[in-house]
């Protein structure tokens, strides 16, 4: 690693040297310094990897990235800007053919100029260059078990001009802002994932679509008497939520368990390799046993604690593989009770 930055830092050396000492031999009489600057191209300094990388020109840029502008007339630069944002940049990387800059990483991406400018003593030059937003990020979407046909939001950041995919089929969008999308879901969407992409990257949710067991509401196969054995109850926190919307509230008492029946219904597993749950403590340690089928015997102790924690339990680890699921119990066994717990994105796990 040592050996590949060294000689990284001395090819990026050994270039700005062939640059600058280029644009010196052609630049000893001081030919059109006093002229307006002119901007010929743009081009990227390194590459995604931080390595060096030919120059080709590019009209598109990223925050924090350094770039350099070729053309003529910037011996006397004073100003750069990019999205009409003032970007500081280092006299002695400025030639009067190139500069050496790199993106202010708080340069605006959204409803922006999309223009370069830079001014001289002499006059200013603007060019046409964007600056990209980081690669789009999904947080979740809900419903997970959205219907082909019906609409489905997808919440996140950096959404600027995105599309919206479930497998390989475009979604219609609705309407997007830069942290949430409202998409129409596709046909053929069961077990498929949802991805956005933008001018930045693709970003893809966790959850396959028609997975969920419960994320903002239960699945139809889900019975409504689902809650702790001792009648305690539960309610639906808005507040707290590891995905979509809300969570489930509830207090576990000493060795009380949380059920989750589907007795009428008792989904077949010939598709899911385990089931996933997000769950939040309100104390330091919190300790269940995730049960299945009523197989006590063959369940699973997990541990969390005070954030959110993501759990994948295996059916292997809950007495093999059952053929269906009747019944998800998640038992209180830290054996003192009194600990409030939140639960979320409670689904199965594609084979």
């Not at 001081?30 to 081009?43: E, K, M, Y």
């Amino acid at each position: 690693m040592k050996t590949k930055f060294i000689q990284s830092i001395c090819t990026v050396t050994f270039a700005l040297l062939a640059i600058f000492n280029f644009t010196s031999c052609n630049n000893d009489d001081d030919n059109g310094s006093s002229a307006p600057p002119v901007i010929d191209r743009v081009a990227a300094s390194v590459g995604t990897d931080g390595q060096p990388i030919p120059l080709t020109s590019t009209t598109v840029g990223y925050a924090n990235n350094t770039y350099i502008i070729q053309g003529s007339g910037f011996r006397t630069l004073k100003k750069v800007y990019f999205n009409d944002t003032d970007t500081a940049f280092n006299p002695n990387l400025v030639t009067d053919t190139n500069i050496f800059v790199t993106i202010n990483i708080n340069t605006p991406y959204a409803n922006a100029s999309n223009k370069l400018r830079v001014v001289t003593q002499y006059g200013e030059a603007e060019y046409d260059f964007v600056v990209a937003p980081p690669a789009p990020q999904i947080s979740s979407y809900t419903s997970i078990n959205t219907n082909d046909g019906d609409e489905f939001t997808i919440f996140g950041g950096f959404f600027l001009n995105p599309t919206v995919t479930v497998g390989t089929t475009q979604a219609t969008i609705v309407s997007s802002t830069l942290t949430e999308i409202r998409a129409i879901m596709p046909a053929g969407s069961q077990f498929q994932k949802v991805k956005v992409t933008t001018i930045s990257g693709t970003a893809e949710a966790s959850q396959p679509v028609g997975t969920a067991i419960y994320d903002d509401d239960r699945a139809s196969f889900v019975e409504n008497w689902l809650g702790p054995w001792d009648g305690s109850g539960f309610t639906v926190d808005t507040d707290v939520k590891s995905q979509g919307l809300s969570s489930i509230k509830t207090v576990f008492s000493a060795w009380v368990g949380f059920k989750i029946p589907m007795y009428a219904s008792s989904p077949l597993t010939s598709n899911y390799s385990g089931i996933r749950l997000s769950v939040k403590s309100t104390k330091e340690t919190g300790k269940f046993k995730v049960v299945l089928n009523g197989n006590y015997g063959g369940g699973k102790v997990v541990e969390f604690n005070s954030n959110w924690t993501s759990i994948y339990v295996p059916f292997s680890d809950l007495g093999g593989n059952p053929g269906f699921v009747n019944e998800i119990v998640l038992q209180e066994f830290n054996g003192d009770g009194g600990d409030t717990i939140y639960i979320d994105d409670v689904g199965f796990v594609l084979n």
